[in-house]
């Protein structure tokens, strides 16, 4: 088990966790339910670890993926949904709102064209499909 330490500009330690504790610390913070980036502010907030691929040189996704957390939909799909929602809903009560219209058509080209990159990436199911209900579902707004 190595330990790390990395040095601040005066020469002081500042970080003494092992490499097995920051990967277990990942591992508990995704059962919990948090994502990929609370998992990396949380480390860099609480616990002082500056960037976990500059330590265990893997991604967080890339930990997670390995030990079989695997998430339904991507993360920042999931944040395109949430806004499209929003924004939808927001379209329901003012009819009128044209700038906020054109918005609403462009944020769902990049939701498909997001969609696709995942189904090539072979993150997401070939018969995936999107829709408003089935994101106001997911989001669950």
Do not use: C
């Not at 949380?42 to 695997?70: H, N």
């Not at 769902?108 to 990436?121: D, F, P, V, W």
């Amino acid at each position: 088990m190595k330990i790390v330490t990395i040095k601040s500009r005066v020469g002081t330690p500042w970080l003494k966790l092992s490499q097995e504790e920051i990967k277990n610390k990942i591992i508990e913070l995704a059962k919990k339910g948090y994502s990929k980036s609370e998992i990396g502010a949380i480390l860099r907030d609480q616990y002082g670890v500056p960037s976990v691929k500059l330590i265990l040189k893997k991604k967080i996704s890339k930990i997670l993926e390995e030990e079989g957390i695997k998430e339904e939909i991507p993360e920042d799909l999931l944040s395109l949904y949430k806004k499209a929602v929003m924004l939808h809903q927001h379209l329901l009560k003012e009819r009128k709102d044209y700038k906020s219209r054109r918005a609403f058509v462009i944020l769902e080209n990049r939701i498909k064209s997001l969609i696709a990159y995942y189904k090539r990436k072979n993150k997401l199911p070939k018969d995936y499909e999107y829709s408003i209900e089935k994101a106001r579902l997911v989001v669950r707004i």
